[in-house]
């Protein structure tokens, strides 16, 4: 009911996701990861995707960053198609709107925290080393910039990923599984950040299998063999 | 950014990095070695070659008009018997002076030795000879004598000087059979003369007193007066054109024949600066020294193109193995928004560096080698080859880019999320 309204009385939805299919060949024949996906999120939404492993989610999460091209269906975010983008505009887009963070931290392993972040922020435009160490310090970590990935316990390197996904102010965050390696203490710190964005206004769109982490976004989507099974939103009772 | 990433990541995955680096090192450093001996060693070789004597003998040419009865000689010692020492400057004055490596006149005689201590003159067979005779020509000289010429001849002592008519070297049988040391004062159709040294050349020169020439010419009474003169000269091998009479060529073909260094040619050219004389290529060496060239340079260029082959495929299968470890990194970036190219030309980058650090060791260490490999087999250096540098560079780089290029462009081609995916 909401989002129907929602979408009626606003102006165009941030994301929206019109029947996503996304096959994989293998050799035991074609794997359908996302059967049909229709999805719509609105700005400033924090959105959990739950569901089984295998069943499509971090699938799902790649094609909206646009890492990955679904077989069938489109995806329009912020008012642009985004298969109709070259391949320059898709990098370009890529490094304006969209933030990752991921289960396996994924920093480079030869470039200290700072590095890392100033990284991305090349990528995305000019390096600003004073942002970047502002950036870190806002994750807690104001005193390690010059420490190599290894030298960084999981929790630390998650919060470098998380500094460095919002470097360049993307208006979406993307994160898979980001608290699936971190214990209990880091846990709580990496849904602090993620509950200081979601108030800042970021559109959070975060796969996680802990029912607790999903209980933190304005809505749940459980996936099922690549297929929208059951959608919730906090303040209401499950829908369909 | 893109220098801070490029030094610190050039350091990363340090064993795969120097492999690729010793291999491109190596197989530069084979080229540039191989390269630098067989430019130089045509120049070198030739003189080597050249080095064992003479290859055209220049006589008057009465002498092939010589009359022999009963196995003597009779031609009359007419003037027309004798070259003009004052004429073989012309000779650096023809078409293929620059050839003319070497001019060693001879004027034969027999003196009357006698020695210090009284004791029984004895007639012996001397022979006139430049020793290290300057010869000018127009602004140019030219150090030229018999000692060049035989390079096997040993000597004990030193040569006499060209312009001393009181001195004079001696063959080492005549010497011992008189008993006649370095040093020694003998008297020479009754002049004195100082004995400067002994030779020993395992020929007739062992019984012959070597004398300046112009001393040889003071003794016979023949000024200026030579009777062979010994070339040595850098030609060109035989061919089908070089056994033509020039006479029956036609004019083009003459053109030809006449402006290759052939030792015909050569020798066709000194008659024609020496009216009187006639020229005789000696087939010695001469003929199988451009083969042999041929051959040297060929294996040269073999060993390295198998060098530059061996290192391409080492440096390929690093390569790849290097950036297959970094496809994690890739996907990385591109998930940053980092453009294909951005990506590609961090990589190409840190290639092109390493490419060129090992070119530039792999150029140093080979021209090191061909420098040693020149002192080892010629005794003489090859010089650093600067043409070489960017040679060895530029197959470096090519190397190396066209090994890693193939993996980069493969995995930029790849969905990001399917690099992420995979495991480094
Ligand atoms: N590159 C690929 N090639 C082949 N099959 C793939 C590929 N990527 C994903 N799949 C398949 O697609 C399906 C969905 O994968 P996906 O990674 O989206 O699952 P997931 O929900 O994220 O699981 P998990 O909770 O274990 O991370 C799986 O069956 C997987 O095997
Ligand atoms: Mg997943």
Redesign the pocket.
């Known amino acids: 009911m909401a989002t129907i309204l929602q979408s009626a009385v606003g102006s165009e939805a941030l994301i929206h996701l019109h029947g996503l299919t996304r096959e ?1 060949a ?1 050799r035991a024949g074609a ?1 359908r ?1 996302l059967d049909q996906v229709t999805l719509t999120i609105e700005r400033g939404e924090w959105v959990a995707v739950m ?1 089984p ?7 799902l999460v790649n094609i909206l960053g646009c890492l990955d091209q679904p077989t069938h269906g489109s995806v329009r975010i912020a008012g642009t198609d985004v298969h109709q983008l070259s391949r320059q505009e898709l990098d370009r887009f890529r490094a304006e709107t969209i933030g990752f963070i991921f289960q396996q931290f994924h920093l480079i392993p030869y470039l200290t925290a700072l590095e890392n972040i100033l990284l991305a922020q090349y990528f995305h435009s000019m390096t600003d080393e004073d942002e970047a160490r502002r950036a870190l310090a806002s994750v807690g970590l104001g005193d390690r910039a010059t420490h190599l990935p290894s030298q960084l316990s999981g929790g630390e390197q998650q919060r470098v990923c998380i500094a460095r996904a919002l470097i360049n102010q993307p208006p979406i965050l993307l994160a898979d599984e980001p608290t699936g390696n971190l214990d209990a203490a880091n846990q709580e710190i990496v849904q602090e950040h993620l509950r200081t964005l979601h108030r800042a206004g970021h559109t959070i769109v975060m ?1 996680t299998h802990d029912p607790e982490m999903a209980s933190l976004a304005d809505r749940t989507v459980e ?1 099922h063999h690549g297929r929208i099974a059951a959608e919730r939103r906090a303040d209401l009772t499950a829908q369909k | 950014m893109f220098f801070r990433l490029l030094l610190e990541s050039l350091f990363r995955q340090r064993r795969r990095k120097l492999l690729a680096a010793t291999a491109i090192l190596l197989g530069t450093a084979t080229v540039t070695a191989m390269l630098a001996i067989g430019t130089s060693v045509g120049d070198k070789l030739n003189h080597e070659l050249s080095s064992y004597g003479a290859n055209i003998l220049v006589t008057p040419k009465a002498d092939t008009l010589d009359v022999v009865v009963g196995g003597v000689s009779i031609r009359p010692a007419t003037a027309g018997s004798y070259l003009r020492e004052s004429d073989l400057t012309k000779l650096k004055g023809i078409f293929w002076r620059n050839n003319i490596l070497n001019l060693s006149p001879e004027l034969p005689l027999h003196a009357t030795l006698t020695q210090a201590q009284p004791s029984q003159p004895a007639t012996v067979p001397a022979l006139g000879l430049w020793f290290h005779h300057t010869l000018h020509y127009g602004t140019e000289s030219y150090a030229m004598g018999a000692p060049a010429m035989h390079r096997w001849w040993r000597l004990q002592g030193a040569w006499p000087a060209d312009a001393a008519l009181d001195q004079a070297a001696i063959g080492s049988k005549l010497a011992a059979q008189m008993h006649i040391a370095p040093g020694d004062s003998v008297a020479l159709n009754g002049e004195p003369v100082r004995i400067t040294g002994i030779v020993s050349s395992g020929d007739a020169t062992d019984r012959t007193l070597l004398l300046p020439l112009a001393l040889a010419q003071k003794i016979t009474g023949q000024p200026d007066a030579v009777r062979r003169v010994e070339v040595q000269a850098l030609t060109k091998p035989e061919d089908a054109l070089a056994r033509r009479n020039p006479d029956s060529l036609s004019p083009a073909l003459h053109d030809r024949w006449y402006c290759s260094p052939y030792a015909n040619s050569i020798a066709y050219q000194i008659q024609e600066a020496l009216p009187n004389a006639q020229a005789e290529p000696i087939r010695r060496i001469t003929q199988g020294e451009g083969t042999i060239l041929q051959r040297i340079s060929g294996l040269m260029w073999l060993v390295a193109l198998a060098a530059l082959l061996a290192a391409s495929f080492a440096v390929a299968a690093s390569m790849t193995t290097a950036i297959l470890e970094r496809k994690q990194e890739i996907g990385l970036m591109r998930a940053m928004g980092a453009s294909q190219f951005s990506v590609a030309s961090l990589f190409f980058a840190e290639t092109a560096l390493l490419s060129l650090l090992s070119g530039a060791l792999g150029y140093l260490l080979g021209s090191l080698l061909a420098a040693r490999v020149g002192w080892e087999i010629f005794h003489s250096t090859i010089a650093f080859n600067p043409v070489l540098l960017p040679a060895a560079l530029g197959m470096a780089l090519l190397v190396s880019i066209a090994g890693g290029a193939p993996s980069v462009l493969r995995t930029l081609g790849m969905q990001p999320a ?1 690099v992420l ?1 995979e495991d480094g």
């Open positions: 994989y293998s794997v990861a569901g492993s295998g069943s499509g989610k971090s699938t796969v996936l | 399917a995916r």
